[in-house]
T-cell receptor, first 115, second 114 residues
Framework: SAVISQKPSRDICQRGTSLTIQCQVD?????MFWYRQQPGQSLTLIAT?????????ESGFVIDKFPISRPNLTFSTLTVSNMSPEDSSIYLC????????????FGPGTRLTVL | AQSVTQLGSHVSVSEGALVLLRCNYSSSVPPYLFWYVQYPNQGLQLLLKYTTGATLVKGINGFEAEFKKSETSFHLTKPSAHMSDAAEYFC????FGKGNKLVFGAGTILRVKS
């Protein structure tokens, strides 16, 4: 299976600041996704990270709040901008494609607390 | 719109007993279906998946699930629960097949009693 890493694994941030989360895969993949898991809740897709073009955002999520980059087929970043306590969540990236067909594999997640 | 319903936010079983976690979905097209497990403070691990073919799929750790199109269900079972199975389980559907987003159920926390 894919080895997927995320940095940082956790962070505590002050409101009004921004945090960039990195997702790195050990081989090239077609698709990369970013999900949010709010405390005690299920996962919700934020956006699909498209290599070489702008990310595709789900309803309720906007680029100004969650800018995403995907410079190549193994790396993506998600920035949580102008944070508020409501942004406290686990943020997970997932990957699909390449040698990992038909299935999304998830990174370990980034646990974010906003004070 | 596609949706996933997991019946029971909490399920408690005794060690050695049958585990049954229920999942129903709605989808206008034949979906891909998944079960993931999340242990405390960890990411999601794939248990098993159904894409096409045999409707009874076997996964890791002795779990299996059966896709029943007529019932729009994909229930997860394990004949004998182990203490290490205690975790949160998520059913997910990919309505448009590979390369598309997953829609997750609310999750079921499984507790295993000794």
């Amino acid at each position: 299976s894919a080895v997927i890493s995320q940095k940082p694994s956790r962070d505590i941030c002050q409101r009004g600041t921004s945090l960039t989360i990195q997702c790195q895969v050990d081989s090239q993949v077609t698709m990369m996704f970013w999900y949010r898991q709010q405390p005690g809740q299920s996962l919700t897709l934020i956006a699909t990270a498209n290599q070489g073009s702008e990310a595709t955002y789900e309803s309720g999520f906007v680029i100004d709040k969650f800018p995403i980059s995907r410079p190549n087929l193994t790396f993506s970043t998600l920035t949580v901008s102008n944070m508020s306590p409501e942004d406290s969540s686990i943020y997970l990236c997932s990957v699909e494609g390449g040698r990992f067909t038909d299935t999304q594999y998830f990174g370990p997640g980034t646990r974010l607390t906003v004070l | 719109a596609q949706s996933v319903t997991q019946l029971g936010s909490h399920v408690s079983v005794s060690e050695g007993a049958l585990v049954l976690l229920r999942c129903n979905y709605s989808s206008s097209v034949p979906p891909y279906l998944f079960w993931y497990v999340q242990y405390p403070n960890q990411g999601l691990q794939l248990l098993l998946k159904y894409t096409t073919g045999a409707t009874l799929v076997k996964g890791i750790n002795g779990f299996e699930a059966e896709f029943k199109k007529s019932e729009t269900s994909f229930h997860l079972t394990k004949p004998s629960a182990h203490m290490s199975d205690a975790a949160e389980y998520f059913c997910a559907v990919s309505p448009f097949g590979k390369g598309n987003k997953l829609v997750f159920g609310a999750g079921t926390i499984l507790r295993v009693k000794s």
